[in-house]
Structure formats: structure tokens, C-alpha cells
């Protein structure tokens, strides 16, 4: 018998749900506007500003299957009522905090489904991801050098996301500094 999802180690579920780079798919833009709709009528009575963040959204480059979007509402929103609605419409809350919330979709006890998302919830204005978003997407060659390094962790952190995103760290604050 399968474990169910909450029941699994860390470990485990680094196992069941190995980083895994692929070439930019174009549907991916696709999948993330009818997320964002999906989650516009979820949030309706919220004041909300959705985005496609992370490297599904950044042309031309290899990614995890996996789309990001930040969801940016009111820091005196009532974040309780937001993870309730979350929850209520089938996402899984990772993380919740004062100022953010972490929500998944498409984990399954036989692994990724088809469509995987990872929905983050900030204060408004807080959105360094679609600075670097956008930086990359304007800087194609710096893309390209985000890539090379993602490509390079891969063997290294196949099984350890907290490490992979740790070693990214650097690299994004390099590109956050450039930015401003």
C-alpha cells in the first residue's frame, strides 16, 4: 500500500519527486493563465495581483515542470480565510507564515501529475521574483547562464531541492542586485 503524501519523509517525497530539468514548453504560458483565472475566482473577495514567476516563465530556457505564481494581497488581508479558500480547492499548504504562504497541486502518491504548480502568497510589493523574471527574460545570455548553472546543480541536488535552491541563492541575488 502507498503511503499517502503527508505521511512521507522528507526524504521520501525528494524520492518520489526528483528535480528534473526539461526544454521551455510552450504550453506552459497556457497552464499558468488558466491557473491564474482558477485562482481569481477562488480569491474573488481578495484584492489580489497574480503572476507567472520562476523559470516556466522565462523563454527559451530548461526548467522544472513545475509552475510558479505569485500571488501578491493585502499584508491586512485575512491570511487565514486565503489558506482556508486554498485548502478548500484542493491545494496542499506547504508553509504559512505573517507574510507568506506556500501552496502545491499536481503532487500525487505515484508521483507528479500531468500539470504540477506552486502557488506563493506575498504582501503586496513583495516580489522579487518578477524583477528577476523579468530581468532574465529582457538578458537572454544571463538566462542562459542561470541554465548552465541549474544544469550543473542537477546531479548534485537531483534529490535535495532545499539544497538546489540554496545554491541558486548567490546567483539570484546577483541578478536582483543588477536589477534595481
Known amino acids: 500500500m502507498k503511503k499517502a503524501i503527508q505521511d512521507m519523509t522528507l526524504e521520501e517525497l525528494w524520492r518520489l519527486f526528483p528535480i528534473v530539468l526539461i526544454p521551455h514548453q510552450p504550453q506552459w504560458k497556457e497552464w499558468a493563465n488558466e491557473e491564474m483565472q482558477e485562482l481569481s475566482g477562488i480569491l474573488s473577495e481578495c484584492s489580489t495581483a497574480i503572476s507567472h514567476i520562476g523559470s516556466t516563465a522565462i523563454p527559451h530556457i530548461q526548467a522544472k515542470p513545475i509552475i510558479d505564481i505569485l500571488v501578491e494581497i493585502a499584508p491586512d488581508a485575512d491570511w487565514q480565510r486565503v489558506k482556508g479558500a486554498m485548502e478548500a480547492s484542493g491545494y496542499i499548504c506547504m508553509s504559512s507564515s505573517e507574510a507568506h504562504m506556500s501552496f502545491n497541486k499536481g ?39 542561470y541554465e548552465a548553472l541549474k544544469l550543473n546543480l542537477l546531479s548534485r541536488y537531483q534529490h535535495d531541492r532545499d539544497g538546489y535552491t540554496a545554491a541558486k541563492t548567490d546567483f539570484v541575488k546577483r541578478i536582483l542586485e543588477m536589477s534595481k
Open 107 to 145: 503532487y500525487t502518491s505515484e508521483g507528479y501529475a500531468e500539470k504540477v504548480f506552486h502557488i506563493h502568497f506575498h504582501a503586496f510589493g513583495d516580489n522579487d521574483e518578477i524583477r528577476f523574471r523579468d530581468y532574465l527574460t529582457s538578458h537572454p545570455a544571463i538566462a542562459c547562464e
